[in-house]
């Protein structure tokens, strides 16, 4: 079984801050790891993924997230926040060769002025 | 390239009627994802199918929501009838079906029950 947990349900940055998302995964086989952006009114973006190979993956926009193993997490990143990043954002996992997305709860990223 | 297509965008209905949302895939993307997302929670999958087969459903509420997937290509969700925690976004994805489980969404449809 999978499951994505992200913490926070809310995180609000300051215009040019760090950008730090944190997602945790539960996986019985090797993950493959996702991040997803929606903004308010559309589908859901890919930014990002993680299959095999480099545990650090950089996406659209700047952004940026690292594949951790041991601690099971996949925390999405970016230097320096723009009023544009401001969307929800999604942790997912899937299993190698399977289709099947499991979604986590999203985090609403608000970027301040 | 077109994207994944969806309509209605916006469905307004009241609890009981039937409401039926349609999606166009990615033209040469066997598989299709029909997806519910309540407000506040990430997609939940309804549905999965590859060509014109259904590969999941196991989270289909089969007593009141339908799918289809004529020709394998356009694909239609209908629910009859609908009840009040019904509403939601429901959304369309597709892929090639490789296993590398990049999928495409369409912008959804807003579902509001009455």
């Known amino acids: 079984a999978q499951s994505v947990t992200q913490l926070g349900s809310h995180v609000s940055v300051s215009e040019g801050a760090l950008v730090l998302l944190r997602c945790n995964y539960s996986?019985?086989?090797?993950?493959?790891l996702f991040w997803y952006v929606q903004y308010p009114n559309q589908g859901l973006q890919l930014l990002l993924k993680y299959t095999t190979g480099a545990t650090l993956v950089k996406g659209i926009n700047g952004f940026e997230a690292e594949f951790k193993k041991s601690e099971t997490s996949f925390h999405l990143t970016k230097p320096s926040a723009h009023m544009s990043d401001a969307a929800e954002y999604f942790c997912a996992v899937s299993g190698l060769r399977d289709d099947k997305i499991i979604f986590g709860k999203g985090t609403r990223l608000h970027i301040l002025p | 390239e077109a994207g994944v297509a969806q309509s209605p965008r916006y469905k307004i209905i009241e609890k009981r009627q039937s409401v039926a949302f349609w999606c166009n895939p990615i033209?040469?993307?066997?598989?299709l994802y029909w997806y519910q997302q309540i407000l506040g929670q990430g997609p939940k999958l309804l549905i999965q199918f590859q060509n014109n087969g259904v590969v999941d459903d196991s989270q289909l509420p089969k007593d009141r929501f339908s799918a289809e997937r004529l020709k394998g290509v356009d694909s239609t969700l209908k629910i009859q009838p609908a009840k009040l925690e019904d509403s939601a976004v429901y959304l369309c994805?597709?892929?090639?079906?490789?296993?590398?489980?990049?999928?495409?969404f369409g912008p959804g449809t807003r579902l509001t029950v009455t």
């Open positions: 033209s040469g993307h066997a598989t």
């Open positions: 994805a597709s892929s090639l079906g490789q296993g590398q489980g990049e999928q495409y």
């Open positions: 996986s019985s086989v090797p993950p493959y």
